[in-house]
Structure formats: structure tokens, C-alpha cells
């Protein structure tokens, strides 16, 4: 028996609107639909907690933006199961399909017709303290700049005078850390980008470490909380003299694809490469 999930980001217009015609499209083919609580009421649908909306379910429906695909991502914890993004808003890396295009993308799924795209995600450590990132790690103190003393491999790399550090994914490679200078990596590609946030030093850039090294960031914090910010989803207050252990995770995210696009032509689309500026 099929069992869809469906998480939603509700404060996107026509929302929904747009769940109750996927429930309703889910019930003639005989699919059950899990919808999250919180999104609202649909006839022929099942309410679950948005934690445990994956529990029973065969893949995952994230209906938003990315940030909508992150939290589905955190909400499935270590149970990870694929994920079909469809995109109600304007860029979207990591959404699989429209809004305009989703009816032909599903039935293509409810078909068979795709096939599933692991990607590779972070694990920072804290004590005893777990936090799973499919973008990127995010340390900083919110109001000046914080100091970092970064190690790979208990070598000593660097020691950060900035607003701030991410350790990014080639997943997240596309998102925060290309806003702050960060390059583009291939998602397949096994490898974390640091990228420092404004460096008070001129002659620091963002670097590309392999995913089979260890990395260890010690906060700098004084007077101020650093925080530490795993996807956007999870916040963690750190201590003066705090390590965090920054790894390859165990886990990985599985998208969903039925398109034969390739990333550069992904990339052409998203960020407009090969038009003329007007």
C-alpha cells in the first residue's frame, strides 16, 4: 500500500488550497495521505504530529521552498525516507518540481518513473550533543565578530576573526555559503566548504576539505553567546572555549528525480548563467 506524507509550509499562498487538491488527486489512485497538523483538515487524509508524519509513510511530499525540504529532512531524524520537493515559490535548488509541473511529476512518480539522489550530510558534535545538517553548519555570535581556532585532523588550519563560519555540504554549496563567497560544488562530490562570514582578515577565503577529515572548531565566545545553527532548524548556545567535532554523518538524504536535468543546467536555470545582463 502507498503512503505518502506530506509536509507543508502553510504561510505560502494557496497552500492550502493546493494540498487539498493533492489529497483528493492521492484518494482516486488509491495513495494514503499523511498530512502534518498544523497544515489543516483535509477530507480522506490522516493528521499526524509533524515529527511522526514519516513514520508509516513510503516517501515524503515537501510542498515550499528548500527551507520546507530542510525540515522535512530534521523532522525524519535518523529514519530517512525519499523526498519529493515541490516548489510553491520562486528559486528552489533543491526542489524537484513546480507547482505548475507537479501533477505530470507525480504521476510519473505514482508510476515508478524516477529514481532517488543521495546526498551527503554534516554531523557536529558537541559533548554529548548530536546536530545533522544536509546545508550547513552555521557558528557565529548574532552582534560582532567571534574568533575560531579551526583544526583538521587535529592540525591546526586557522584561527577566524569573522561574523562567522560555515562548514557547508555541496548540497548547501548553493545556499548560505554561496551568499557569502563560498564556490559551487557538485552535489556527488565528497567534500565540506568552510566559508568564513566577512573575515576581518582580508587574505582569508573559503577553503574545500575532503568529507574523511575531521574537523574541530574551538569558539573564542568571551562575554558573548555563539550560537551554532544546524540547517536553520536547530540552535544550539555555546560556551567560551567549546569544541565542537565537525564529520562525514552516518545518514543521508535521498531526493527525488524524474527529471533528466543535469546540475549545470540547474544551475543555468536558478541563477540565470548564460543570459545577458540587462
Known sequence: MKRWGIIVNSRRPDAAAVVAQLVAWMRERKIEAVVEEGAG???????APENKASTFCNMMLAL???G???????????????ILGINLGSLGFLTETSQAEMWQTLEQVDCG???TEERA????????????????????????????????????????????????TPTGSTAYSLAAGGPIVQPDMSVFVLTPICPHT??????????????????????????????????????DGEKIVVRKA??????????QTSFYSVLRAKLKWGARGE
Open 41 to 47: 483538515a483535509f477530507e480522506g487524509a490522516e493528521q
Open 64 to 66: 515550499g521552498g528548500d
Open 68 to 82: 520546507t525540504i530542510l525540515r522535512t529532512v530534521h523532522l525524519m531524524g535518523e529514519h530517512q525516507k525519499p
Open 113 to 115: 518513473r524516477y529514481r
Open 121 to 168: 550530510m554534516v554531523l557536529a558534535e558537541c559533548g554529548k550533543e548530536r546536530f545533522y545538517a544536509l546545508n550547513d553548519l552555521d557558528i557565529r555570535v548574532p552582534t560582532r565578530l567571534i574568533e575560531l581556532t579551526v583544526e583538521v585532523d587535529k592540525e591546526f588550519l586557522n584561527r577566524y576573526y569573522a561574523d562567522g563560519l560555515l562548514v557547508a
Open 202 to 239: 582580508l587574505g582569508i577565503r573559503p577553503m574545500i576539505v575532503g568529507m574523511d577529515k575531521t574537523i574541530e572548531v574551538t569558539v573564542h565566545g568571551k562575554r558573548e553567546h555563539c550560537l551554532l545553527v544546524a540547517d536553520g532548524q536547530q540552535v544550539r548556545e555555546l560556551a
Open 250 to 259: 552516518d545518514r543521508t538524504v535521498k531526493l527525488i528525480k524524474t527529471q
